[in-house]
């Protein structure tokens, strides 16, 4: 490498271990924690306003791809983190659970803005009042609308949680049991 070329900020530090001469050390948990938490594909399912400050995190003065996260899916097989931005009417709930039991595990939600963790300012009868009536919700991330910068947060949260939970959590009693209250199979 030439003296003088920058060197390059992937942003995914490297697990703890033991390292040497031509050699390193580590866990197999916090190899594949690294690498789950810096390739998350999010899977957008924007109803309303938050998704417009969504669209901003994405663009380049936010910039999602620094986090590795860029990969947009609008496939729930091919995702692994929803988030949900925006109003959920009563009537949509079925169809987000439906959305998030079709996702691979692991898998992680996102609910972004007021709407979408508490029903925001519509206290209506017809809008949904948050989304964890429906679905297990990792991250709440507050505001109307939140700012990018609160999204950049919550997905950071998101990837602390990949990076330090067990390789097969799906196989952890409490989260069958969460999942079984939700009557996700
Ligand atoms: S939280 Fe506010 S900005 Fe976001 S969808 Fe609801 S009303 Fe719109």
């Keep these: 490498m030439a003296e003088n070329t920058p060197t390059i900020n992937t942003n995914a530090?490297?697990?703890?271990?033991v390292g040497g001469e031509g050699f390193?050390?580590?866990?197999l948990s916090d190899l594949i924690?690294?690498?789950?938490?810096?390739?998350l594909w999010p899977l957008p399912f924007a109803t309303s306003c938050c998704g417009i400050e969504f669209m901003?995190?994405?663009?380049?003065?936010?910039?999602?791809?620094r986090f590795g996260g860029e990969r947009m899916s609008f496939s729930p097989r091919q995702a692994d983190v929803i988030l949900v931005c925006g109003t959920i009417s009563k009537k949509l709930g079925p169809i987000l659970k439906e959305v998030y039991s079709q996702m691979a595990e692991p898998k992680w939600v996102i609910a972004v803005g007021a709407c979408a963790c508490?029903?925001?300012i519509f206290d209506t009868y017809s809008v949904l009042q948050g989304i964890?009536?429906?679905?297990?919700?990792?991250?709440y991330v507050p505001g109307c609308p939140p700012r990018p910068e609160q999204i950049l947060e919550g997905f950071m949260q998101v990837q602390a949680l990949a990076?330090?939970?067990?390789?097969?959590r799906r196989d952890l009693p409490e989260y069958q049991h969460l999942l079984e209250n939700y009557d996700i199979k």
């Design 13 to 17: 530090p490297a697990p703890q271990g």
């Design 24 to 27: 390193f050390a580590t866990k």
């Design 33 to 39: 924690g690294m690498a789950r938490s810096y390739s």
């Design 56 to 65: 901003a995190t994405m663009g380049p003065n936010y910039d999602l791809a």
């Design 118 to 120: 508490s029903g925001g």
């Design 132 to 139: 964890d009536k429906v679905i297990p919700v990792d991250v």
């Design 163 to 168: 990076q330090g939970e067990s390789l097969r």
